[in-house]
Each structure stands twice: as C-alpha cells, then as structure tokens.
Nanobody
Framework: QVRLVESGGDLVQPGGSLRLSCAVS????????IGWFRQAPGKEREGVSC????????YYEDAVKGRFTISRDNAKNTVYLQMNSLKPEDTAVYYC?????????????????WGRGTQVTVSS
C-alpha cells in the first residue's frame, strides 16, 4: 500500500523558515519522482517544486526560486522542502505527490499518489 505523509507545517512569521517532510512508503524514490504542491483557499492546486527519481534534477515555481529547496533521502524514503524567507502569500495546505517517472512535472494531473497535506500559515 502506497502512503505519503506530510509533516512540518506550522504557523510562522513572515521571513521565517520551515522544513516540510514527506515520508513515503510502498514505493521507491529510485523509481518515483516526488512533487510538492500547495493549495490556498479559493485557489487551484499549484506545483511548487519537484525532484527527479533518477538524477535528482529539480524544478521550482518562479515564486519560490531562491527561497525553497527540495531534497531527498533515499535511505529514509523521505523528501524534504526547506522553505526560507516565507511570505504571507506562501500560506496554503502543502501536499506531496509521487509519479512513476524519472522526469519532473509541475502539473498535479501528472501524479499518481498523494498525501493528505500539511498546513503552512505565514502571518504576524
């Protein structure tokens, strides 16, 4: 059974940092690329970042480039999203998802398995 479980969401002040974790079971990070997505109230789910299963190549949405870093620990079957210099517009539920491909993809429709999400709130 495939499971993706996000953790690390919290309330943080603008300019602060958080590290989200996506613990994966039932599949291998050597075969599945992992993406992070977010959905704010009243908005569509959008791709934030993803990491390839093969060479570790990454993708970042323009709004988070230079602030967010995706990484993975294959031994722990966990993918991380380090978020720095957080802004109020980063407030959303953050989801991780897996797709059986060595290529990254930003569209939610390209992913096969999803976690339930973790809430990130950036506010003073």
């Amino acid at each position: 059974q495939v499971r993706l479980v996000e953790s690390g969401g919290d309330l943080v002040q603008p300019g602060g940092s958080l590290r989200l974790s996506c613990a994966v079971s039932g599949l291998s990070l050597n075969e599945y690329s992992i993406g992070w997505f977010r959905q704010a109230p009243g908005k569509e789910r959008e791709g934030v970042s993803c990491i390839s299963s093969s060479d570790g190549s990454t993708y970042y949405e323009d709004a988070v480039k230079g602030r967010f870093t995706i990484s993975r620990d294959n031994a722990k079957n966990t993918v991380y999203l380090q978020m720095n210099s957080l802004k109020p517009e980063d407030t959303a539920v953050y989801y991780c998802a897996a797709r059986q491909s060595k290529f990254t993809a930003a569209s939610p429709g390209n992913y096969d398995y999803w976690g339930r999400g973790t809430q990130v709130t950036v506010s003073s």
